[in-house]
């Protein structure tokens, strides 16, 4: 190995490159034009104004003019209004806020609001600071109340042996204070700082102040303004380093919190544009240039980006007037260039000149899996991705350079419409600024990710110099001249790189030279029927030669002259470098559509990738380069059949580091799968290979049909793979190097077809059919087969409770006034137990970008309203575990025109449950077997060209989830393959529907048959009824006259008196009724016959012919018994408890025996341990009384123990409030703090807002 001398200067230049793009000579040559004047947009995760570099320009401007969060991830209602009392104002957490003296607010009027931090900490800082808060606030003191909680448990045990019934309580209050401890410390959770905020307009501007003290110390914290007015930003906090900003909307009804969501925005923008005066090495592209920073990765969606946010950031993108937007965020797209959000990118580039720049995406290296909006939206500049030698050294510190290259996962064109997908490359890595709260400086990121800004600021260069010397160009040009100077590298493959690497020099020059030219400012689209290219690949395509129109129409700026337009009369020369390709000549253009015919003939073409281009010159300037190019893709599939066994063999290939290797296979009619094999002939090298394959389907995104493995081969050694196939369509396989393996390998690999073909794509069984078919196909090999279907998840479909439009605000109204509206649908369901569920919207679900509307936000709140979870497009990200209990979710819909929200107002919405244990159907091989359940199927093995049946029977009855019912039905999935590859690769959805459950008749099936003696007296059924009508309205009514008239005539009925208890234990004003209470339980007592239903009780068997009847009557005895013992004890303890509160009521003179309180308290022991004979104490009719109880003995740690039993039967604020008084009276003030943050959090005022 080659020494390195220790002094070899460090490779600076490479860890934020900038002497490819020519960046680097550009302001060598012009100093001046770093980005002055220049305004980019950074549509990211947000920037951190704190961030280094991140403060001013080169020419001392605020590098950041505005910090915008456009999707409501950082809002807070703020709508509440108070005044203060005494100089302070009670916050919504509870806590009580000191107003300052100093602060100014002539209305006196305050806009209040409440915010959790973990809400809009970036998902990092919140793992930090759980685990940073655990360790500090909760381990130190949970700790020590443990240790004391079982020192005193074992001092108890030491000195007491024959044990009292006061004793074992005593017992028993000592063993809850460890295990309360241990279970709080299992269930231990932080909510995380929760946040009082406000805000108040001060005579000149809105202010707002966040209790970052989280004790109402409001003196302390800093007052700030929106952050356009003075670039105001401060700290949460020492420990979370994380900077905010603010921004006041809807006249102090909206404030929103500004953060960064991650660390990916900021590095963004630290590339493009940061500024290092002391350390110019480290300066980013433009460092003169300033920075626009709108946050659209939405934090409760782990920065997934929304359609509100895209669109509301566009708006900010074109009221702010700027040159150029980066975007470094994008997915596949069903279809492209269409869609919402695109129209509105589309509008900005066209109609506002906006050079909008963004990352083509990270999914090669197959074909067509550039992203959107990035590679498939034609108003983009798609960037790509390369790794240069120096980068190899100063960010990735490799053993040894390798020669330039495209990263491997650099995403490909073309795109499924034939665009090129990729226009340009630029360096894909960097070491730049993050965020502070990360708690580092800098940090390396790779991606196209990071070649979009380095492009970007690159263009910001050339705009600086070219508005330094008056001339404006368009996106047009601007993009003509990039792709027109763009460097080529060799053996890089033009859907990787584009035109090739970006040169900003170069760009520069041929703007300056060209502007006067009468084409200089105008766009072109290119039109091939609805498609922007031509891409053949399917091999219906390719049988014979195809002639396609081409409509190439002019694209003038917004508001040239129409004189312009009139003048336009274009000469111009087409031409093209294929032989397989002919074209017209000559084309005369003005301003209309013109078509041109081109004939591609692909016979005799070789197998693979062919590309060629259609470009057209203005013959008076051929030195311009084309003014447009029409895109040409050909692939020719190799043919994989019967003759070659339905496999294909590579031997002995060599691979160098990042190379790729492609290969068109047309798959066999019949193949379902294909199995690859790969093994290394090197001895002393192992790699790592990218496996990747792809199908396109018209409609769908590339993702749908995608198969992609990063696998590690080790010396000698081999693996084995499988993925799906289409017959007969074209699949792309490409095996790749992975870019920084070092060393060359030689390797063999084998792609062999399978089918077993299945007579239906997806299988739907009906549970009303008994007996489902399908059947199978062998159609290439002999195949084993062993048919299973399993059932995982099982669906419930909602319908919504109420659907409510109305217009949005003002950040939501697009440019000449266009006023966006929202619907807000709402669904209730109900989770019968603890599982895992995903929420999706079938109808706009797996749209974004290419979405007919602005958005499909969902959240998902529990009875409280608290909220438990969002989702979007993509509902398999969006999973969520839940408890048992009530649920509502709340769909927000957005669009332009409010008729097409309108048609959404029944809009259903489903729910997956994940089913706890997998059920599996029976499958047999005749109907027969199937319909008598005998004889399950078993592996078979199918010779080529012959099929079998198979026979499903129904899901038994008691299978069936509880709470799915008609409307519902199961998902899961059929496999036929015995093979263990077979098994991964060819999966069939399945689905099974449900239906009504069988009818349940009373009394076992027998009918209960009429004594004809003792049938009734019409009038003794019409006196009964009128009693118990009267009885169902004594709780409706305050009155005790119908009690006193019902029980002269009904002394006996026990449900009267009941329902008079019931009666006096809910009223009002209970607590002056406390002694009537326990009147009227003894009443109930009185009239059961305990002796009688305790004997019941003890029977195992009941022969009486009426055995069923006299069951149901001792249940409702049973029960009226333990409610009236636990109205009569909860009265008692009440009791008790107002005395106890009374100051000096010890020494008071008792007036009556009703109110003394060791009578009371007799009377209480007495009723609690009568009615422990009938039910155990953690029954949860019984917990408010043993709750009570152990309060009256101040036996703390029993009473929390019962009260986490209410809290988790009946979750409310004033339940959790006992739970954290009776922490505190233990003396556990760091459970009580945590659970006192949870308040505002489990039960807010309302929900939150979109």
């Keep these: 190995m080659a020494a390195h001398p220790a002094d070899e200067s460090f490779p600076f230049h490479g860890l934020l490159p900038k002497k490819e793009t020519g960046a680097a000579s550009f302001l060598i040559r012009y100093p001046e034009y770093d980005g002055r004047g220049v305004l980019i947009a950074i549509l990211d995760t947000g920037v951190d104004p704190g961030a280094p570099g991140m403060q001013i320009t080169s020419d001392g401007k605020p590098k950041i003019v505005d910090i915008i969060d456009s999707t409501g991830s950082g809002d807070v209602d703020t709508s509440t209004v108070v005044e203060p009392k005494d100089g302070t104002i009670p916050g919504l957490s509870g806590r009580t806020l000191k107003i300052p003296v100093t602060w100014k607010n002539p209305s006196g009027k305050y806009h209040i609001g409440v915010k959790n931090g973990f809400e809009f900490f970036p998902k990092a800082l919140k793992e930090r600071l759980q685990k940073e808060r655990r360790e500090k606030l909760w381990d130190p003191a949970h700790r020590a109340a443990l240790a004391e909680a079982c020192r005193k448990q074992e001092e108890f045990d030491s000195t007491?042996?024959?044990?009292?019934?006061?004793?074992?309580?005593?017992?028993?209050?000592?063993?809850?204070?460890?295990?309360?401890?241990?279970?709080?410390?299992?269930?231990?959770?932080?909510p995380g700082p929760v946040y009082d905020c406000l805000v108040w307009h001060d005579g000149e501007t809105w202010r707002a102040c966040l209790d970052t003290s989280e004790c109402g110390d409001l003196g302390c914290c800093t007052v700030l303004r929106n952050y356009k007015e003075a670039q105001e930003h401060a700290s949460l906090g020492n420990s979370e380093m994380l900077n905010y900003s603010v921004n006041v909307y809807e006249e102090g009804s909206i404030l929103c919190i500004v953060t960064?969501?991650?660390?990916?925005?900021?590095?963004?923008?630290?590339?493009?544009?940061?500024?290092?005066?002391?350390?110019p090495e480290r300066n980013g592209v433009a460092p003169g240039a300033q920075i626009l920073a709108i946050?659209?990765?939405?934090?409760?969606?782990?920065?997934?980006?929304?359609?509100?946010?895209?669109?509301?950031?566009?708006?900010?993108?074109?009221?702010?007037?700027?040159?150029?937007?980066?975007?470094?965020?994008?997915?596949?797209?069903?279809?492209?260039?269409s869609g919402r959000i695109c129209e509105v990118i589309n509008e900005a580039v066209w109609k506002h000149n906006v050079i909008y720049v963004s990352s083509a995406g990270?999914?090669?290296?197959?074909?067509?899996?550039?992203?959107?909006?990035?590679?498939?939206?034609?108003?983009?500049?798609?960037?790509?991705?390369?790794?240069?030698?120096?980068?190899?050294?100063?960010?990735?510190?490799l053993r040894e350079k390798l020669p330039a290259n495209q990263y491997t996962w650099s995403s490909r064109g073309p795109t499924i419409d034939g665009a090129l997908g990729v226009s340009i490359s630029a360096p894909g890595g960097a070491i730049?600024?993050?965020?502070?709260?990360?708690?580092?400086?800098?940090?390396?990121?790779?991606?196209?990710?990071?070649?979009?800004?380095?492009?970007?600021?690159?263009?910001?260069?050339?705009?600086?110099?070219?508005?330094?010397?008056?001339i404006q160009p368009t996106a047009f040009a601007v993009r003509r001249a990039l792709e027109n100077t763009a460097v080529k590298m060799d053996d890089i493959e033009v859907f990787a790189q584009g035109h090739g690497t970006i040169q900003v020099d170069k760009a520069y020059d041929y703007l300056t030279q060209h502007a006067s030219l009468p084409t200089s400012n105008l766009g072109f689209t290119v039109t091939v029927g609805s498609h922007r290219g031509i891409y053949l690949r399917n091999p219906v395509q390719l049988s014979s030669p195809s002639d396609h129109a081409v409509g190439i129409e002019p694209v003038f700026p917004e508001n040239t002259d129409n004189s312009e337009r009139i003048s336009l009369q274009l000469h111009l020369a087409l031409t093209c470098s294929a032989s397989w390709v002919q074209c017209p000549s000559h084309l005369e253009l003005m301003n209309q559509c013109r078509h041109v015919n081109v004939r591609v003939d692909p016979q005799g073409l070789r197998e693979g990738l062919h590309y060629t281009e259609v470009c057209g010159y203005d013959v008076s300037t051929p030195n311009v380069g084309p003014l447009f190019r029409v895109p040409i893709t050909v692939i020719i599939p190799t043919k994989v059949n019967e003759s070659t066994a339905y496999e294909v063999h590579f031997n002995n290939v060599y691979f160098k580091p990042g190379q790729i290797r492609r290969h068109f296979l047309q798959v066999p009619q019949g193949a379902r799968w294909a199995e690859?094999?790969?093994?290394?002939?090197?001895?002393?090298?192992?790699?790592?290979?990218?496996?990747?394959?792809?199908?396109?389907?018209?409609?769908?995104?590339?993702?749908?049909?995608?198969?992609?493995?990063?696998?590690?081969?080790?010396?000698?050694?081999?693996?084995?793979?499988?993925?799906?196939?289409?017959?007969?369509?074209?699949?792309?396989?490409?095996?790749?190097?992975?870019?920084?393996?070092l060393g060359d390998v030689t390797i063999d690999y084998s792609i062999s077809f399978h089918g077993v073909t299945c007579s239906t794509s997806q299988l739907h069984i009906h549970a009303s059919e008994g007996i489902s078919s399908f059947e199978v196909l062998s159609a290439l090999k002999y195949e084993e087969i062993s048919p299973s279907i399993n059932l995982k998840n099982w669906v419930q479909p909602l319908r919504p409770v109420s659907a409510k439009t109305r217009s949005l605000a003002s950040r939501d109204i697009l440019p000449n006034n266009r006023q966006l509206y929202e619907i807000v649908l709402t669904y209730n369901f109900t989770q019968t137990k603890s599982g895992e569920v995903t929420p999706s919207c079938p109808l706009l679900c797996e749209l974004l970008y290419e979405s007919e509307f602005d958005s499909q936000l969902w959240m998902l709140f529990d009875q409280n309203k608290r909220l438990i979870g969002s989702g979007d497009a993509y509902p398999h990200q969006y999973s969520l575990k839940l408890e048992k209990g009530d649920y509502t979710i709340r769909l927000q819909v957005r669009h332009e025109q409010i008729c097409e929200l309108e048609r959404l107002k029944d809009l259903p919405f489903i729910v997956s449950h994940r089913l706890s244990n997998t059920l599996s159907l029976d499958i047999y091989e005749t109907h027969k077997n199937a319909l008598l359940s005998k004889k399950k199927a078993n592996t078979i093995t199918l010779p080529p060209n012959c099929s079998q049946s198979f026979f499903v029977t129904s899901l038994p009855d008691d299978k069936i989830p509880k709470g799915a019912g008609p409307g519902c039905y199961l998902t899961g999935s059929l496999i036929v393959p015995k093979s263990e590859y077979g098994k991964k690769a060819d999966v069939l959805p399945v689905y099974y529907h449900l239906i009504p459950p069988p009818n349940k008749t009373k009394n076992g099936g027998k009918e209960k048959e009429k004594d004809t003696d003792k049938?009734?007296?019409?009038?003794?059924?019409?006196?009964?009824a009128m009693r118990d009508l009267k009885i169902q309205w004594m709780t409706k009514l305050d009155t005790s006259g119908l009690y006193g008239e019902l029980k002269e005539t009904f002394s006996n009925h026990l449900p009267l008196h009941v329902t008079r208890l019931q009666q006096l234990d809910s009223e009002k004003e209970r607590m002056k009724r406390l002694n009537e209470i326990v009147v009227a339980a003894d009443v109930v007592l009185s009239s059961i016959d305990q002796t009688a239903l305790a004997v019941h009780l003890t029977m195992k068997t009941d022969p009486r012919p009426d055995a069923a009847t006299i069951k149901s009557d001792m249940e409702k005895q049973k029960s009226s018994l333990i409610d009236a013992l636990c109205r009569k004890g909860c009265a008692l303890a009440d009791k008790l408890l107002r005395l106890l509160s009374q100051d000096g009521a010890a020494s008071e003179e008792v007036s009556s025996t009703e109110d003394d309180p060791e009578g009371c308290l007799k009377d209480?022991?007495?009723?609690?341990?009568?009615?422990?004979?009938?039910?155990?104490?953690?029954?949860?009719?019984?917990?408010?009384?043993?709750?009570?109880?152990?309060?009256?003995?101040?036996?703390?740690?029993?009473?929390?123990?019962?009260?986490?039993?209410?809290?988790?039967?009946?979750p409310s604020k004033e339940n959790c409030t006992n739970c954290i008084q009776l922490m505190k009276s233990l003396g556990w003030t760091h459970s009580a703090a945590f659970a006192d943050n949870w308040l505002p959090v489990m039960y807010p005022t309302d929900y939150t807002p979109f």
Excluded at 260 to 273: D, Y
Excluded at 451 to 468: D, E, F, H, R, Y
Excluded at 1015 to 1024: L, N, P, S
């Design 160 to 190: 007491h042996t024959n044990l009292s019934q006061a004793e074992k309580l005593l017992k028993e209050e000592l063993q809850c204070h460890t295990e309360l401890l241990n279970s709080l410390e299992k269930k231990y959770n932080d």
């Design 260 to 279: 960064s969501g991650g660390a990916h925005g900021t590095h963004v923008a630290s590339i493009a544009a940061g500024y290092f005066p002391e350390e």
């Design 295 to 337: 946050k659209i990765g939405d934090t409760r969606l782990s920065t997934m980006e929304t359609g509100t946010g895209l669109i509301r950031a566009m708006i900010e993108v074109i009221k702010y007037k700027c040159d150029l937007v980066n975007y470094s965020y994008g997915e596949a797209t069903h279809w492209p260039n």
């Design 362 to 397: 990270n999914n090669g290296p197959c074909l067509s899996t550039v992203g959107c909006p990035g590679g498939t939206t034609s108003s983009v500049i798609g960037v790509g991705a390369y790794v240069t030698p120096d980068m190899m050294t100063a960010e990735y510190s």
């Design 432 to 470: 730049a600024s993050v965020p502070n709260w990360t708690l580092r400086g800098t940090q390396l990121m790779n991606g196209t990710s990071m070649s979009s800004p380095n492009a970007c600021g690159g263009i910001a260069l050339v705009l600086s110099g070219l508005k330094s010397n008056g």
């Design 676 to 741: 690859l094999t790969i093994t290394s002939h090197s001895h002393d090298v192992s790699s790592k290979f990218v496996l990747h394959a792809i199908h396109l389907v018209k409609q769908k995104a590339y993702r749908a049909n995608e198969f992609y493995k990063f696998s590690s081969l080790l010396e000698k050694g081999s693996l084995t793979e499988a993925f799906p196939v289409l017959e007969g369509r074209t699949v792309e396989f490409c095996i790749a190097r992975w870019w920084a393996s």
């Design 1015 to 1024: 049938e009734k007296d019409v009038k003794e059924e019409f006196a009964e």
């Design 1164 to 1210: 209480l022991t007495d009723t609690f341990w009568e009615i422990q004979k009938w039910v155990d104490l953690t029954d949860s009719k019984v917990l408010t009384f043993a709750y009570k109880h152990a309060l009256v003995n101040k036996m703390y740690g029993r009473a929390l123990k019962y009260a986490t039993k209410i809290v988790e039967e009946k």
